[in-house]
């Protein structure tokens, strides 16, 4: 069975860091392209960040761009989510997700249809 676990998180002030893992197994994990997703109280889950499976090409949420980084280490089968500059509204819960390996991801990496396996959520709490 696929699981992804998620690691990191937290309580930070604004203008702090944090990284969040996500660990895959039972899954040829090089071969598949992962995302991050992220889920605010009240709101709908919207798109954070993506990574193709060469780490050849990624894709950022305009509200994260240049703040965030998605990145990958296929040797330990874990996906990354650097974030640095931290707002309280990047506060929700953070998901990590591996993607269909639909053909059409490259055009549509925000779209939560095209993935299919969901780490369990990991809070991640800015304080003002």
């Known amino acids: 069975q696929v699981q992804l676990v998620q690691s990191g998180g937290g309580l930070v002030q604004a203008g702090g860091s944090l990284r969040l893992s996500c660990a895959v197994s039972?899954?040829?994990?090089?071969?598949?392209?992962m995302g991050w997703f992220r889920q605010a109280p009240g709101k709908e889950r919207e798109f954070v960040a993506a990574i193709s499976w060469r780490s050849s090409s990624t894709y950022y949420a305009d509200s994260v761009k240049g703040r965030f980084t998605i990145s990958r280490d296929n040797a330990k089968n874990t996906v990354y989510l650097q974030m640095n500059g931290l707002k309280p509204e990047d506060t929700a819960v953070y998901f990590c997700?591996?993607?269909?390996?639909?053909?059409?991801?490259?055009?549509?990496?925000?779209?939560?249809?095209?993935?299919?396996?969901w780490g369990q959520g990991t809070q991640v709490t800015i304080s003002s």
């Open positions: 997700t591996r993607d269909r390996r639909s053909t059409s991801w490259a055009n549509n990496v925000g779209d939560q249809r095209l993935y299919d396996y």
């Open positions: 039972g899954s040829t994990f090089s071969i598949y392209e």
